[in-house]
């Protein structure tokens, strides 16, 4: 039975362009090999639609060996959406779309399987100002529940106008709660 490999996020973004830039000369070789390269829509910020790739993969694959978590917004630094707004879209998207791709395709992960989520140097917890935030960001004994009130707790601040004291990037906030 054939590897099963999923990217999200090839779009747009640095997917895009690395699918762009190397997508024909990776295809011609992976096909050289015998391999086969398969596109399917998928919506991370939509559950019905990470519902029905799941199902795709189940019954077209029988299981997943590698997760590539690639999908993920963020606002350029001009961006006139206020800033309330940028962190629920962004913490929707990057952590709980995420996050609820992970509980749907997790159950399809062969043993071997292996799961990378893509980040980026502000996606570091020093970002996180507040030190009690921060800890219990580390806590080993941190669950998925609290980790997503966490950051429901960030969408709130910003909310509210009094992110500053924790973490002034939406992006950021979400990446670390990826990790």
Same mark, same amino acid.
């Given at each position: 039975m054939s590897k099963v490999a999923v990217v999200t996020g090839s779009n747009k973004g640095i997917g895009f362009a690395l699918n762009k830039e190397l997508g024909e000369k990776a295809v011609k070789e992976l096909e050289a090999e015998g391999l086969k390269v398969a596109f399917h829509q998928l919506d991370i910020d939509n559950q019905e639609s990470i519902d029905k790739f799941a199902k795709h993969l189940k019954e077209k694959h029988q299981g997943l060996d590698l997760l590539v978590n690639n999908a993920a917004i963020a606002y350029k630094m001009a961006d006139s959406t206020p800033f309330n707004e940028q962190a629920k879209n962004t913490i929707r998207i990057n952590f709980t779309g995420t996050l609820n791709l992970c509980k749907a395709l997790f159950p399809l992960l062969k043993s071997h399987a292996r799961v990378v989520n893509v980040s980026s140097r502000i996606g570091? %917890?020093? #970002?996180? /100002?507040? *030190? =009690?935030?921060r800890n /219990? $960001? #580390? @806590? =080993?004994? %941190?669950s998925v529940n609290e980790l997503a009130g966490l950051m429901a707790h960030f969408v709130e %601040? *910003?909310? $509210?106008? /009094?992110? =500053? @004291? %924790?973490?002034s990037s939406a992006y950021g906030m979400s990446k670390v709660g990826e990790v």
């Open positions: 570091m %917890l020093k #970002i996180v /100002k507040d *030190a =009690e935030f /219990k $960001l #580390i @806590s =080993e004994s %941190l %601040l *910003a909310r $509210l106008g /009094k992110n =500053e @004291s %924790l973490c």
